[in-house]
Antibody, heavy 120, light 107 residues
């Protein structure tokens, strides 16, 4: 069955960087677009970023543009979220999620999430 | 960006009764609207896509309706496992956006 396993979360100081990884299984990774979605403590879901199946196109929410970069390595079946210049408000559980299409429609499967805490 | 507004924020319903959750978009999203169920400690689960199509394995008591800017998720006869937070999500425009959620609690 479809599984998505996130890693790379942790505690980091404001202004520093962190890279999240997501390793899927149970499906052909290279033909699906992939998302990152986050949930701050006590808050709702916030969509963060999306990447096409082949990595040629990417989209971001405004609050992370210029700081976060989504990428993928189809030879390693892994999607990444490079997070730079981290802020307190980036503290959240970060979910990796599969789109049901190559180019971006809706999310059909989610990972369990990895927790990022930005704190001095 | 498209703002998704859900109402009510919290809905108290007794088991066996019907629950109706609303979602409004700040501009038309056509039928590009999904609903997710989210329970503590679990990832969200896809319930509905295309505004009204049930995802695989979702019970028939869940139904979605609407198009454009007004959408509804109806749970016809609440079971104990249905008490959770529900989010609507538009995938018509970038950036994608979620509603703030409706918490469905036991009355």
């Amino acid at each position: 069955q479809v599984q998505l396993v996130e890693s790379g979360g942790g505690v980091v100081q404001p202004g520093r960087s962190l890279r999240l990884s997501c390793t899927p299984s149970g499906f052909t990774f290279s033909v699906y677009g992939m998302h990152w979605v986050r949930q701050a403590p006590g808050k709702g879901l916030e969509w963060v970023a999306f990447i096409w199946y082949d990595g040629t196109n990417k989209y971001y929410t405004d609050s992370v543009k210029g700081r976060f970069t989504i990428s993928r390595d189809n030879s390693r079946d892994t999607v990444y979220l490079q997070m730079n210049s981290l802020r307190d408000e980036d503290t959240a559980l970060y979910y990796c999620a599969r789109d049901q299409d190559l180019l971006g429609t809706f999310i059909d499967f989610w990972g369990q999430g990895t927790l990022v805490t930005v704190s001095s | 960006e498209i703002v998704m507004t859900q109402s009510p924020a919290t809905l108290s319903v007794s088991p066996g009764e019907r629950a109706t959750l609303s979602c409004r978009a700040s501009q038309s999203v056509n039928s590009n609207l999904a609903w997710y169920q989210h329970k503590p400690g679990q990832p969200p689960r896809l319930l509905i896509y295309g505004a009204s199509t049930r995802a695989t394995g979702i019970p028939a008591r869940f139904s979605g309706s609407g198009s454009g800017t007004e959408f509804t998720l109806t749970i016809s006869s609440l079971q104990s496992e249905d008490f959770a937070v529900y989010y609507c999500h538009q995938y018509n425009n970038w950036p994608r956006t979620f509603g703030q959620g409706t918490k469905l609690e036991i009355k």
